[in-house]
């Protein structure tokens, strides 16, 4: 059984930053990668940013230069840092781990940006 903890988001005002983390646990074997989707009401849940295990990187073009991801193998940890945000960067983030075959997700964090 694999677990996904989220923790970090909340309500802050345009401009603003947030962390995101997420602690993977449990039966975990061969991550290829961990990743942030996010959800806005009525859209569909969308890439925001993934990590592979050997550190490659991939963010959506609306991020890029404001979102950096990094992770802590050691902890099983990943984590989103959200600077210059902006309204339109509110939603449910969802944490992702990819294993061969499978995707596993977190319950999802609330961000919201006040304009």
């Known amino acids: 059984q694999v677990q996904l903890v989220e923790s970090g988001g909340g309500l802050v005002q345009a401009g603003g930053s947030l962390r995101l983390s997420c602690r993977a646990s449990g039966s975990i074997f061969s991550i290829n990668a961990m990743g942030w989707y996010r959800q806005a009401p009525g859209k569909q849940r969308e890439l925001v940013a993934r990590?592979?295990?050997?550190?490659?990187?991939t963010y959506a073009d609306s991020v890029k230069g404001r979102f950096t991801i990094y992770s802590n193998n050691a902890k099983n940890t990943v984590y989103l840092q959200m600077n210059s945000l902006a309204p339109e960067d509110t939603g449910v983030y969802y944490c992702?781990?990819?294993?061969?075959?499978?995707?596993?997700w977190g319950q999802g964090t609330q961000v919201t940006v006040s304009s």
């Open positions: 992702d781990l990819e294993v061969v075959g499978y995707d596993y």
């Open positions: 990590i592979t295990s050997g550190g490659s990187t």
